[in-house]
């Protein structure tokens, strides 16, 4: 039985890989950083859990001894707290490469249509020296490039394009200009499987996509009526500053951890636009891809689609109201403390125990309203919300049980604020 490795091997491009080789008939292993993401995607497959850019090509030598098949899978978008692009895109390759200079094994790489070193974005421009690399040094290799991936499974830009068609009411218009070829998941997995039999030549490069391209306009209109919502009341035009300063907002959460698909790498390749020549891969021998009407026919738009959809687009608004709830609320508290100190002692509270509960609840406020902007806190910090909001309960009976029953309903308000960090807590899976 042939084997195979797969880089990446739980993103969604990667997990299709191994689930089609391993129907192909090859024995799968995929890399990962996270054993968490790996086992909740594909929890029987086999696994090797590391940093990919952190193998060395030693390493590399052990790893693929007895290997057919390298597939690599494994990317980035931009650079932020979880993600380097010289070391994934470059470095990694380089290694990789090096190890399988003497061993044989051919590699199957998944780039991205579009890329150049001259290109706009690093993404593309690290891209395109990891394909130089693997090009130019590697014994046996075959580069495919899709275009936008669609799939089942929501990551990233197609993330973005069902969350941007699920706004209700309206549809906005943005990047009017921009073309966009898709290609179906299914379609890469097949040109990856091919590659790997061998019925596609070493020294192949080709875009893997439709043969047509649609406005970006167009593209999200077609998923709005894909997922089924009714018609947009008002399509309102985003001018395009607003467009590029959402996208820079984006970039300052990307340093905190949060994968945005809004982060200028992906508005600035949108609106160059994502194309590929099908032609190459055709005359490769490869099987022609699905169009786009005939990928979203495959992909039925259930309700849990529709669910994600509104979701997405709910959540960090979820976030960011949390943050500033509980920021002030530890701010205002510091601003005064006296007023608030004096809640605890015209009850009679004992002395000692008021301007630790005072400052200590207000620096725990501000320490949660800063921790959930984080995104490796962002789970802890909603659950210490959701802890600390029952100390508050729990101590306003024994403190201050006559403000249960105030009109204003300052101990009652706290009930809608567990409950939207209990969403967000519950929201916070990337895969």
Known sequence: MPKAIVLGGYGLIGLACMQALNRAGFEVCGVGRSMRSAKSVAPSANWIIRDIPAITAQEWSGILEGIDVVVNASGALQDGA?????????????????????????IVHISAAGVSKAASTSF???????????????????????????????????????????????????????????????????????????????????????????????LLAKV?????????????????????????????????????????????????????????????????????????DLLPATRQERLFSRAYIALPLAIGTLAVFWLFSGLITLADPARAMSVLSERAAPSWMIAPAVLGGAIADILLGIGILWRP????????????????????LFAAPDLWADPLGPMVKVFPGMTLATLVWLMLDER
């Open 377 to 396: 806190w962002a789970s802890r910090a909603a659950l210490g919300m959701l802890g600390l909001s029952s100390v508050y309960l729990v101590g306003s």
């Open 224 to 296: 709005r009526r894909w997922q089924g919502w009714a018609p947009p009341v008002a399509c309102p035009t985003i001018p395009a500053p607003l467009v590029g300063a959402l996208g820079k907002i984006a970039d300052l959460f990307g340093y905190l951890g949060w994968r945005s698909p809004v982060r200028t790498t992906a508005l600035k390749t949108l609106a160059d636009g994502i194309r590929g020549n099908p032609e190459v891969w055709r005359n490769a021998g490869g099987e022609a891809c699905r169009s786009l009407d005939e990928t979203l």
């Open 82 to 106: 979880k993600d380097d692009l010289e070391a994934i895109h470059v470095t990694a390759v380089e290694r990789l490469v090096e190890a399988a200079t003497t061993m044989p094994v051919r």
């Open 124 to 218: 593309f421009r690290t891209k395109a020296r990891g394909d130089l690399i693997l090009s130019s040094s590697a014994r046996n290799w075959v580069i495919l490039r899709p275009t936008l991936v669609l799939s089942q499974e929501a990551y990233g830009g197609t993330a973005l394009l069902r969350a941007a068609s699920a706004l209700p009411f309206i549809q906005p218009i943005a990047l009017p200009d921009a073309q966009i070829q898709t290609v179906y998941v299914g379609d890469v997995a097949a040109a990856v499987v091919a590659s790997a039999q061998g019925k596609i030549r070493s020294g192949t490069i080709a875009d893997i996509t439709e043969r047509d391209s649609h406005s970006f306009p167009e």
